[in-house]
């Protein structure tokens, strides 16, 4: 039997790893104890955005992206986790208590361990080379052991999901709340949280599915005629908390297979902070069977593209408090 007992340093060697995950407007809303056998996960509520993410959905979204990173993280380092959800009813903030096992890396852990520094999230159009069925399906069923579905939006589905994407889009740029909260956290320059200019291009209205559109936009497009993206809706059968965080990882295990096999990704929320349009896409993508909590965009970007640059996080000291758990 293994013996190896965790140490402080593998803690926070993991976290450093962990807060590369994606999150809404890059607002790291996250912290982490780390203590002598486990590593605790907070939800940090300065960090919501009131007006984006009326629910705090987008929020612990972002923190089971983390939690996620976490445990591949660990995995490579010879570490299976064990996660106990909510583990303090009395802390709303307490989202997860991982404590971890000696245990020998996979193949696939360290394929989801090396795109953890590959990723980013990719606005420019993709190019027309489809993306094989077969590739869709290993990304897709990723989201399986974390409890969720992704579908693959097909051909006749894209018109309505188009339609409630641009509906939001509309209502957006009339709310002052919202612009507000874009512009504090979008249109940046040398900042360690928030999404940087450098990394946004321009909204392209000829799209059928539109993104989220960002204050100032400075990153050139490709010039592909067309997009040629691939939509996949996460949804769960329940709409609580655990569901959200849950969420958060099987979006972080879809975006990090679609890096290992050479895909370039993004995550998409805008329609679904908007209760009726998430309703409508509930229905009309995934026939109320399941409750949509995040979009993903696949597709190819050909390596003669140029490379993106990395959206800087806060330093990982920022994040981490080490000490006895009370
Ligand atoms: C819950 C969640 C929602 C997001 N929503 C959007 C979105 O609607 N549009 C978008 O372009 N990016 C979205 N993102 C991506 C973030 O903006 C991105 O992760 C962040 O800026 C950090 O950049 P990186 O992913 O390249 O590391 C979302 C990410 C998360 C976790």
Do not use: K
């Given at each position: ?7 402080a ?9 962990a807060?590369r995950a ?21 939800a ?24 996620h990173?976490?445990r591949?993280?660990?995995?490579v ?35 989801l ?98 993104q989220?559109?960002f ?14 993206s691939e ?27 679609a890096t290992?096999?050479?895909?370039a ?24 069977c ?18 993106l ?18």
């Open positions: 039997m293994d013996q190896r007992q965790p140490t340093e593998i803690f926070e060697d993991a976290v450093a790893m807060v994606p999150s809404v407007h890059n607002t790291q809303p996250w912290r982490w104890r780390i203590s002598e056998r486990s590593v605790d996960l907070y940090d509520p300065a960090r919501r955005l009131p007006s984006t993410d009326p629910t705090g959905r987008a929020l612990l979204l972002s923190c089971g992206a983390a939690l990173h976490l591949v993280a660990l995995a380092q010879g570490w299976s986790a064990e996660v106990g959800y909510l583990p303090d009813p009395a802390d709303h903030d307490h989202l997860a208590r991982i404590s971890v096992n000696a245990d020998t890396p996979s193949r696939d852990d360290i394929d361990g090396a795109a953890i520094v590959h990723r980013r999230s990719d606005r420019r159009r993709y190019c027309d080379r489809r993306v094989p069925c077969g590739r869709l399906r290993r990304v897709a069923e990723r989201a399986v052991p974390f409890g969720a579905v992704a579908r693959v939006v097909p051909p006749p589905l894209r018109t309505p999901l188009g339609r409630s994407t641009r509906t939001a889009a509309r209502r957006h740029a009339h709310d002052r709340a919202y612009l507000a909260e874009l512009a504090a956290w979008s249109g940046r320059h040398g900042t360690a949280d928030g999404v940087p200019a450098a990394n946004t291009p321009r909204p392209r209205p000829e799209d059928d599915i539109s989220r559109a204050l100032a936009p400075e990153l050139a497009d490709t010039s592909f005629a067309t997009d040629g939509w996949l809706v996460i949804g769960t059968a329940d709409d609580g908390r655990r569901s959200e965080l849950r969420a958060g990882e099987a979006a972080s295990a879809l975006l990090l297979t290992s096999l050479g895909m990704s993004c995550l998409q929320t805008e329609p679904l902070e908007v209760a009726e349009l998430r309703s409508a896409i509930r229905s009309d993508v995934l026939h109320d399941a409750h949509p909590q995040a979009m993903v965009r696949l597709g190819f970007m050909p390596t003669s593209v140029a490379p640059p990395f959206t800087p996080r806060r330093e990982v000291h920022e994040v981490i408090d080490i000490g006895v758990r009370a």
